[in-house]
């Protein structure tokens, strides 16, 4: 395995005609972690890595791996591991696929096998992938990510599609390549996909840089919201309006916006309530991200 | 070296997927039926010319041609279309199918690519050409010594026009690269390339064998070029009889002229574009 390397983007625009799909974006991606590059469809994200694979050519600044673009990678799928949009040629079985590009790239044989059978699509191998399933179709681009065993890994998307049980594998996958210190950046238009298994978050709106920092820290930017529930719903209401919090009734209990479970508790204590639910929404998160993306907008 | 990886990776991409026996397969049908069949009939309206009038068929070989050579170039003189077909393809599929991105993942110099095929395709449009010339050998040779006529198998000369016939189907592969390259939209290719052989070529050939200024010109067409390269074909007989073509070298060049050119230009606009 060759090291893992930040990726670094550094003033990156770039237009389409009079479309400016990414605005001046400045961000580092770490070595050793999982980062989620997060923003809704048409937010540039897509943009963003095929210019850093090379692939589209930038209006302006640079896109690089530690310094070295990817057109002078002097050995490109061994150094960065890409699965973009899933393409191929729907008559050609999945080991000739990566057969072909092995090939190219000068990497042993032997290695399709391996990388087929850590995906788990080896006995499907021989089939066209015309005749795929879009889940299988996206462990293939996976495994075309690492056939050259590389330190970087840049996913475009790669949990659409997944049945539950692939998304799990996916999660694992993610959290174990970056823990052998590679470098791993993860496109998703949804937070709450990705955030059970990313560290960091870049989050990006309209072209341009919304937050880049790790989870937690957008955890904490996130707004309380608290759900508690009684087995005596009506003392618990009192309890509330006493304590003066706003609330609304959900199907679990009251959910009370604004605030921690510990303002919550404070007032269920003081009116003598038994509490059968306290916890913090977890929706708080994938809020406080809309929020941040929304505000991109304006 | 990595061109070499290159072209490795680009032979397995044709022999990946199944176009390449489509349309060597009906290559050799092709030219089975025309030439077996004008073989035969030619040596019969040859051997029976009272019969051939009667019939009011005029065979318009004029008197004196030797009938091997014209059989034979049946590969080449109609079965150019293949290897540019398949040279074509294999740019354009790659469009088509959106797989320039994996490729130029795997090499992010796209010129060594291209380069990569343009040589394969040359060796895939002499393999073609090889399967083509077997074929019209074997069917003509039979239907020529069937009517007790002369195959020429026996002549130098004539297995010097087969490899000359090869030579232009190889470098009809590279035109096929290059005219991919020029024009990536796979059916907006395929209809150019039918459309060019079938029709435009052949009229533009015939119109300017009527005045000695439009001949000089209408012996650069590539498949007048093509045919000067052999040496011999059906359209040359049929043309009104100008014998100005260029020499076997001259054809040869200009077909290499094209396909370098027409690659180099594609390399330099189409190829080079974002891939989105």
């Given at each position: 395995m060759a090291g893992g390397i930040p990726i670094m983007i550094e003033g990156l625009t770039k237009q389409f005609g009079p479309v400016t799909a990414v605005d001046d974006l400045s961000f580092t991606v770490e070595p050793g972690r999982v980062t989620g590059f997060l923003g809704p469809n048409g937010a540039g994200k897509t943009t963003t890595l095929r210019v850093l694979l090379g692939l589209v050519r930038a209006t302006a600044g640079t896109a690089t791996f530690g310094g070295t673009p990817y057109h002078d990678l002097p050995r490109p799928l061994e150094t960065v591991g890409t699965a973009l949009e899933a393409t191929f040629h729907p008559g050609r079985t999945a080991r000739h696929h990566l057969k072909v590009y092995a090939t190219a790239a000068g990497l042993p044989a032997a290695r399709v096998q391996q990388v087929l059978e850590m995906v788990g699509i080896a006995e499907f191998a021989d089939r066209r992938v015309g005749g795929y399933s879009l889940g299988m179709r996206q462990r293939l681009s996976l495994a075309y990510t690492l056939i050259g065993d590389p330190g970087v890994f840049v996913l475009d998307e790669p949990i659409n599609g997944l049945d539950p049980e692939g998304i799990k594998w996916i999660r694992g996958f993610l959290q174990?390549?970056?823990?052998?210190?590679?470098?791993?950046?993860?496109?998703?238009?949804?937070?709450?996909?990705?955030?059970?298994?990313?560290?960091?978050?870049?989050?990006?709106?309209?072209?341009?840089?919304?937050?880049?920092?790790?989870?937690?820290?957008?955890?904490?930017?996130?707004?309380?919201?608290?759900?508690?529930?009684?087995?005596?719903?009506?003392?618990?209401?009192?309890?509330?309006?006493?304590?003066?919090?706003?609330?609304?009734?959900?199907?679990?209990?009251?959910?009370?916006?604004?605030?921690?479970?510990?303002?919550?508790g404070r007032a269920a204590f003081l009116g003598g309530v038994e509490l059968s639910a306290l916890h913090r929404l977890k929706s708080g998160l994938e809020e406080s991200f809309l929020t941040l993306v929304g505000g991109g907008e304006e | 070296m990595s061109l070499l990886r290159s072209i490795a990776s680009e032979f397995q991409k044709v022999f990946t997927t199944r176009m390449w026996w489509l349309l060597a397969l009906l290559l050799v049908g092709y030219v089975l039926v025309l030439a077996g069949g004008f073989g035969a009939f030619l040596g019969w309206a040859v051997r029976n010319p009272d019969a051939a009038a009667a019939t009011g068929g005029n065979t318009g070989v004029p008197p004196g041609t030797e009938l091997a050579p014209l059989i034979y170039t049946f590969a080449s003189s109609i079965g150019y279309v293949f290897p540019v077909l398949l040279g074509a393809l294999a740019v354009t599929g790659e469009f088509r199918h959106r797989t320039l991105t994996p490729t130029f993942l795997a090499e992010p110099h796209r010129s060594i690519v291209l380069g990569g095929k343009f040589v394969t395709q040359l060796v895939v449009g002499a393999g073609l050409g090889v399967a083509a010339f077997a074929t019209s050998v074997g069917s003509g040779a039979a239907a020529l010594a069937a009517f007790d006529f002369d195959t020429g198998l026996d002549q130098g000369d004539t297995w010097a026009l087969i490899g000359?016939?090869?030579?232009?189907?190889?470098?009809?592969?590279?035109?096929?690269?290059?005219?991919?390259?020029?024009?990536?939209?796979?059916?907006?290719?395929?209809?150019?390339?039918?459309?060019?052989?079938?029709?435009?070529?052949?009229?533009?050939?015939?119109?300017?064998?009527?005045?000695?200024?439009?001949?000089?010109?209408?012996?650069?067409?590539?498949?007048?070029?093509?045919?000067?390269?052999?040496?011999?074909?059906?359209?040359?007989?049929?043309?009104?009889?100008?014998?100005?073509?260029?020499?076997?070298?001259?054809?040869?060049?200009?077909?290499?002229?094209?396909?370098?050119?027409?690659?180099v230009i594609g390399g330099a606009t189409t190829w080079r574009r974002d891939v989105t």
């Open positions: 174990a390549l970056a823990r052998e210190g590679r470098t791993v950046l993860v496109s998703s238009h949804l937070l709450s996909e990705v955030q059970q298994s990313v560290d960091d978050v870049v989050i990006i709106s309209k072209g341009r840089l919304i937050k880049s920092g790790t989870l937690s820290s957008l955890e904490l930017e996130a707004a309380p919201r608290t759900i508690v529930d009684s087995p005596d719903r009506e003392k618990l209401s009192e309890a509330l309006d006493e304590a003066g919090l706003a609330y609304t009734e959900g199907r679990g209990g009251f959910i009370v916006d604004e605030h921690d479970p510990g303002v919550v | 000359r016939g090869v030579l232009a189907m190889a470098l009809w592969g590279g035109i096929g690269v290059g005219l991919g390259a020029l024009v990536p939209n796979q059916v907006a290719a395929i209809v150019i390339v039918i459309a060019f052989t079938q029709f435009v070529e052949p009229i533009l050939r015939l119109a300017a064998s009527f005045s000695d200024v439009t001949a000089s010109i209408g012996r650069f067409l590539p498949g007048a070029a093509s045919d000067a390269l052999v040496g011999a074909s059906f359209y040359s007989i049929m043309s009104t009889g100008s014998s100005s073509s260029l020499d076997w070298w001259q054809g040869g060049l200009v077909l290499l002229g094209i396909a370098v050119v027409a690659t």
